[in-house]
């Protein structure tokens, strides 16, 4: 019997490849500032296969998101979870966020970051994700910061929302240091001193 033959044009987009190219894009130059013409030409791919995969422009930065979110926030929730008492947790999140970006092959700076500072010339789609990821990273320290109060290892005194603004706020500066040149050591220095406020 003769297999049927699929109508249509065959699908020749390389969606992982469009989508870590988009991501470092991003990442790297800035979400507002990269179009879907510049992909195009890094990955070959035309824009009518990358709006029939991804939708749109907002598409495609939504889904970059969310490919972030699984690179870098992930880990950031795995640390604040983990069985490790308040102090040993604050230095491994120093550790974190100072990594050697050149070694791992990524760039600096945050690509969350940049799309919250963003948000408002986001599409609709990315805007929205954006705004459940904030809620998310700030739910994890709320949790972490009251599991702390609990064992006695941080403050009571300290409102726990606030102190979790507070650590958000010090990691979106310390990725815009980043991204200034700011060298790794200043940068955790300014961390270990701006994480003693919390204790």
Same mark, same amino acid.
């Given at each position: @019997? ?9 699908k ?13 894009q ?6 507002t ?9 890094? *990955? ?40 490790q ?11 974190? *966020? ?16 940049? @799309?919250?500072?963003?948000r ?22 709320m949790?972490?910061i ?5 064992k ?7 409102? *726990? ?13 310390? @990725?815009? @240091? ?7 050591? *200043?940068?955790a ?5 701006a ?5």
């Amino acid at each position: @019997m003769k297999k049927a033959e699929k109508r249509g044009r065959p699908k020749t987009l390389e969606r992982e490849h469009v989508l870590q190219t988009a991501l470092m894009q991003y990442w790297g130059v800035s979400p507002t500032d990269v179009s879907i013409g510049e992909i195009c030409k890094l *990955t070959g791919a035309s824009k009518p296969g990358i709006y029939r995969e991804f939708g749109s422009d907002d598409g495609l930065k939504c889904a970059a998101l969310e490919s972030y979110r699984s690179l870098a926030l992930l880990p950031l929730f795995d640390i604040l979870k983990r069985d490790q008492n308040f102090a040993a947790a604050k230095a491994a999140l120093v550790a974190f *966020t100072t990594q050697d970006r050149e070694a791992l092959g990524v760039p600096s700076g945050c690509l969350f970051v940049a @799309m919250r500072a963003q948000r408002d010339s986001l599409g609709s789609a990315t805007g929205e994700r954006v705004d459940q990821l904030r809620d998310e990273v700030l739910d994890a320290y709320m949790v972490w910061i009251e599991t702390a109060k609990s064992k006695g290892e941080c403050s009571a005194q300290i409102p *726990t929302d606030a102190a979790a603004l507070y650590f958000d706020a010090q990691n979106g500066g310390a @990725m815009r @240091m980043q991204k200034e040149g700011v060298d790794k050591a *200043t940068i955790a220095t300014v961390l270990r001193y701006a994480f003693k406020m919390i204790e």
